[in-house]
C-alpha cells in the first residue's frame, strides 16, 4: 500500500518561498506521476502541477511562474516550491500519486499552510 | 479548457440510491477518464472510483462510476446509502495538456 507524508513548515512569511517534501512509502517513486493539490475555502480543490519521476512537469497556467517541483529518486521523495506568497496560497496542500499503468490515485494526509503578513 | 460542473448538494435517505452528476462543459466527457473522491470532515480526500468506472480495493461495491455521451456528463452512483457515505465528493478529469480539472463539490446528507 502506497503511503504520501507531506512536511514542511505549517507557516510561511508573506512574499517569501513555501517549501514543501512529500515523502513516498510501500511503493517506487518511479511508478507515479506526482502531483501537489491545495484546497481552500475560497478556492476549493486547486490543481498546481504534477511531475514524473523523469523530471517532465505540467503546471496549472495560474500558478506556473511560482512553482518549482522536484523529485529526488534517492530518497522517493518529490518536493514544492512557491515563491512569492501571499494570503491567497493559504490552503491545505496534498500531495497525490496517480499510477503511471492503473491510473488509480494516491493521496496524502495534507498539511496545513498559514501565510502571515 | 473546460469546467466540470457538479450539483452542490445532494440528500437521500439511508438505504436508497444517491446519484451525483458531472458535467463537462466542452469537450467530450469519454476524451479523459474520470476520478471521484470522496472526503470526510477533516480528513484528506481518498479514491472510490478511478478510470471513470474502476473501483479500488476496499472501496464497497455500493459504489460505481459511469460516463453518458449524450449528456457528456460522468455519474457516482451509491446504492444501500448508509449514514457513513455522508460526505463531500469531487469529480475530476483532465484536459488536452493533461492539467486536473476538479469540479465544485458535492456534499452528499444521508437522513
Known amino acids: 500500500q502506497v503511503k504520501l507524508q507531506e512536511s514542511g513548515p505549517g507557516l510561511v512569511n508573506s512574499s517569501e518561498t513555501l517549501s514543501l517534501t512529500c515523502t513516498v512509502s510501500?511503493?517506487?517513486?518511479?511508478?507515479?506521476?506526482w502531483s501537489w493539490i491545495r484546497q481552500s475555502a475560497g478556492k476549493g480543490v486547486e490543481w498546481i502541477g504534477r511531475?514524473?519521476?523523469?523530471?517532465?512537469?505540467n503546471q496549472n497556467p495560474a500558478l506556473e511562474s511560482r512553482v518549482t517541483m522536484s523529485v529526488d529518486t534517492s530518497k522517493n521523495q518529490f518536493s514544492l516550491k512557491l515563491s512569492s506568497v501571499t494570503a491567497a496560497d493559504a490552503a491545505m496542500y496534498y500531495c497525490?500519486?496517480?499510477?503511471?499503468?492503473?491510473?488509480?490515485?494516491?493521496w496524502g494526509q495534507g498539511i496545513l499552510v498559514t501565510v502571515s503578513s | 479548457n473546460f469546467m466540470l460542473t457538479q450539483p452542490h448538494s445532494v440528500s437521500e435517505s439511508p438505504g436508497k440510491t444517491a446519484t451525483i452528476s458531472c458535467t463537462r462543459s466542452?469537450?467530450?466527457?469519454?476524451?479523459?477518464?474520470v476520478q471521484w473522491y470522496q472526503q470526510r470532515p477533516g480528513s484528506a480526500p481518498t479514491t472510490v472510483i478511478y478510470?471513470?468506472?474502476?473501483?479500488p480495493s476496499g472501496v464497497p461495491d455500493r459504489f460505481s462510476g459511469s460516463i453518458d455521451s449524450s449528456s457528456n456528463s460522468a455519474s457516482l452512483t451509491i446504492s444501500g446509502l448508509k449514514t457513513e457515505d455522508e460526505a463531500e465528493y469531487y469529480c475530476?478529469?483532465?484536459?488536452?495538456?493533461?492539467?486536473?480539472?476538479f469540479g465544485g463539490g458535492t456534499k452528499l446528507t444521508v437522513l
Open positions: 497525490v500519486g496517480k499510477g503511471l499503468l492503473t491510473g488509480f490515485v494516491y
Open positions: 510501500g511503493g517506487s517513486i518511479n511508478s507515479y506521476y
Open positions: 511531475m514524473s519521476s523523469r523530471g517532465t512537469t
Open positions: 466542452s469537450g467530450s466527457i469519454a476524451s479523459n477518464s
Open positions: 478510470e471513470d468506472d474502476q473501483r
Open positions: 475530476q478529469s483532465y484536459d488536452s495538456s493533461n492539467h486536473w480539472v
